[in-house]
């Protein structure tokens, strides 16, 4: 630790710190520390990022600006067994398990999906 950290720190011990910026992201100037990082007010900045799909999008704080990334919520759907629900993005995703690659019916929930076969081209 320098000298001027700390005498920094010995400010701050005696004169409590001088906060600075917006409530929710305050930043002491005499000692760098931060504060309360709580009760960001986050508002959604958009839905499935562009550059990572696999997020479903974006929020920012109207009061400082920080960003953060908000993940998936995954939901079953009650009456779709298979079928996942994220209410962020209104988003539809569906894990079927079928026996083999070549199987057309889900083993669990009895989804027939679409199967080309190899050697006449043909949908099954
Ligand atoms: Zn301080
Ligand atoms: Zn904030
Ligand atoms: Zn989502
Ligand atoms: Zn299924």
Redo the contacts with the bound molecule.
């Keep these: 630790m320098s000298l001027k950290d700390m005498l920094a720190n010995y400010r701050c011990k005696r004169n409590g710190h001088t906060w600075t910026g917006p409530a929710c992201n305050q930043k002491c100037s005499v000692c760098g520390l931060m504060g309360s990082t709580a009760d960001h007010q986050y508002e959604r900045r958009s839905r499935i990022s562009a550059s990572n799909p696999n997020v479903c999008g974006i929020e920012e704080c109207k009061v400082c600006g920080m960003r953060r990334t908000i993940q998936h919520d995954w939901k079953p759907v009650a009456n779709k067994?298979?079928v996942m629900y994220c209410a962020g993005c209104h988003t539809e995703k569906?894990f079927?398990?079928y026996a083999t690659p070549m199987s057309p019916e889900?083993r669990?929930?009895?989804?027939r999906r679409a199967i080309i076969d190899p050697r006449t081209g043909r949908v099954t």
């Design positions: 067994k298979c569906a079927h398990q889900c669990i929930c009895g989804y």
